[in-house]
């Protein structure tokens, strides 16, 4: 059996450690937090022809470095995590999100947005055939269709392979069904596909 002096000296050194534990925890607490500053890189990229040279915090995507820091706002943020293809734009010839890419990973990239691509005053073909075809409504999608549409053309003649076309030299011209399977990461909220489509044939001088 535990004597009463045991008992006590017990109390005393657990109540000690306590009271150590509380005092260094109040330190702590005390201590004014310092922020880390955030880590920057300098990177340059090639943009619709142009070099621009950036310095980016590390975490920037692709698509705010557009956006935000050389005000290219004709790419979309739509969900920002790759959902919806509003962000699409061409880098060195292929379509990517450009909300899922940090900006700092394209060092040297040659980048095309819809700016890129034409003017209002001398449409790409693309361009021009989605206006014909009513292939936008309110206009938020259209951006990242356009992009995605000109390079799914551009992989259908390096003839890239599609889960509905395997071989492509065996049909050469895209059909509707493949076009609109290559454009599947591009949402449209108004409902656009079928005008989106027929843009896509006109240019692609496809019979469907
Ligand atoms: S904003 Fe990039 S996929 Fe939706
Ligand atoms: S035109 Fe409105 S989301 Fe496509």
């Given at each position: 059996m535990m004597s009463e002096m045991e008992m006590s000296r017990r109390g005393v050194l657990a109540g000690s450690a306590a009271a150590a534990a509380l005092a260094a925890a109040r330190q702590v607490e005390a201590q004014p937090v310092k922020a880390a500053a955030p880590a920057t890189m300098p990177v340059s990229l090639t943009v619709n022809g142009k070099r621009r040279d950036l310095t980016l915090d590390t975490r920037t995507t692709l698509l705010d470095a557009l956006r935000e820091h050389l005000k290219l706002t004709g790419t979309k943020k739509g969900c920002d995590h790759?959902?919806?293809?509003?962000?699409?734009?061409i880098v060195n010839g292929e379509r990517i999100n450009s909300c899922l890419s940090l900006a700092v990973q394209h060092q040297g990239d040659e980048v095309k947005t819809i700016e890129g691509l034409g003017t209002p005053d001398k449409l790409h073909p693309m361009q021009a055939a989605f206006v014909r075809h009513d292939g936008y409504q309110c206009g938020y999608c259209t951006p990242g269709q356009i992009c995605s549409a000109v390079a799914v053309l551009d992989e259908i003649k390096r003839g890239v392979p599609s889960h509905v076309q395997a071989d492509l030299s065996a049909r050469p011209q895209p059909t509707n069904i493949e076009m609109r399977e290559r454009m599947s990461g591009n949402i449209c909220r108004c409902g656009a596909?079928?005008?989106?489509?027929?843009?896509?044939?006109?240019?692609a001088g496809a019979k469907g």
């Open positions: 790759g959902q919806c293809g509003a962000c699409t734009v596909y079928s005008n989106i489509a027929e843009a896509m044939a006109e240019v």
